[in-house]
C-alpha cells in the first residue's frame, strides 16, 4: 500500500509555464520534504515543512503543507529547462520516529522544455 | 568537503552472487542511512547507524542483507546470495543529528542488477 501518492507521475511543459505537483496522503505526517532527484544523482532536499498550513518559499518555487497535515504540494512559476527532474516527497508519520525513517512517495518526473 | 560517495556506481550479478556495497559518508556524520528503491516502486529505508551501532535496522528485507559500519566512518552493505529481486538503486545517506528535520546528504546510488 502506498503511503504517499504524488501526481502527476509524468509533467511535460514548455520553459515558462507554472506547474503544481501534489503529494497526498490518508495518514497525518508531523513534517514532510521535498527532494529533487537528477540522473545518476542522489535526491537533493529542497525544503522541510512541520506546521499545517506552512507555505514555503524557495526562489519560484512554492511549497504547502496542508491543514491537516496530509497533504502538500510544490509549485514551479516560470519553469526553467533546469527544473527538469524527479521531484519526491517524503513524510515523517510520527514525531517520535527516527527522523531518518521518512516514507517516499513515488515521484514526479519533470521535463522542462527550452 | 566531499559529499557522500558511493562504490560501485553500478553492478551486474548472477543470482547467487555475493555483492558488497560501500557507503562514504560526510565526514564528521555519525548518522548513516541506507535506503533502496527497487524497479517501480519507491525509495525505502532500510537501516540506519549511529556511529557504529545499528539504531533500526526494520527496514532490512531478509538475512540476506548485512550492513557494517566499523569504526564508525564508512559502511558496508552485503546481499548474499543475491535474487532477481534485490535488483534497484541503493542509496546511502548521512547527516549530522537525527532529529525532526534535519538534512540528509544522499550519495548518488549504487545501480545493481541481478540476472
Known amino acids: 500500500t502506498q503511503l504517499l501518492e504524488q501526481s502527476p507521475q509524468f509533467l511535460s511543459i514548455q520553459e515558462g509555464e507554472n506547474l503544481t505537483v501534489y503529494c497526498n496522503s490518508s495518514?497525518?505526517?508531523?513534517?514532510l520534504q521535498w527532494y529533487r532527484q537528477e540522473p545518476g544523482e542522489g535526491p537533493v532536499l529542497l525544503v522541510t515543512?512541520?506546521?499545517?498550513?506552512e507555505v514555503k518559499k524557495l526562489k519560484r518555487l512554492t511549497f504547502q503543507f496542508g491543514d491537516a497535515r496530509k497533504d502538500s504540494s510544490l509549485h514551479i512559476t516560470a519553469a526553467q529547462p533546469g527544473d527538469t527532474g524527479l521531484y519526491l516527497c517524503?513524510?515523517?508519520?510520527?514525531?517520535?520516529?527516527?527522523?531518518?525513517?521518512?516514507?517516499f512517495g513515488d515521484g514526479t518526473t519533470l521535463t522542462v522544455k527550452p | 568537503e566531499a559529499g557522500v560517495t558511493q562504490f560501485p556506481s553500478h553492478s551486474v550479478i548472477e543470482k547467487g552472487q555475493t555483492v558488497t556495497l560501500r557507503c562514504d559518508p560526510i565526514?564528521?556524520?555519525?548518522?548513516l542511512y541506507w535506503y533502496r528503491r527497487v524497479m517501480g516502486k519507491e525509495i525505502k529505508f532500510l537501516l540506519h547507524?549511529?556511529?557504529?551501532?545499528?539504531?533500526?535496522e526494520s527496514g532490512m528485507p531478509n538475512n540476506r542483507f548485512l550492513a557494517e559500519r566499523t569504526g564508525g566512518t564508512y559502511s558496508t552493505l552485503k546481499v548474499q546470495p543475491a535474487e532477481l529481486e534485490d535488483s534497484g538503486v541503493y542509496f546511502c545517506?548521512?547527516?549530522?543529528?537525527?532529529?525532526?528535520?534535519?538534512?540528509?546528504?544522499f550519495g548518488p546510488g549504487t545501480r545493481l542488477l541481478v540476472l
Open positions: 545517506a548521512s547527516s549530522l543529528g537525527a532529529v525532526l528535520g534535519e538534512t540528509q546528504y
Open positions: 495518514s497525518v505526517f508531523s513534517s
Open positions: 515543512v512541520v506546521t499545517g498550513g
Open positions: 517524503a513524510g515523517l508519520p510520527d514525531k517520535n520516529t527516527n527522523a531518518g525513517k521518512s516514507t
Open positions: 565526514s564528521g556524520h555519525d548518522n
Open positions: 547507524f549511529v556511529k557504529e551501532s545499528k539504531q533500526d
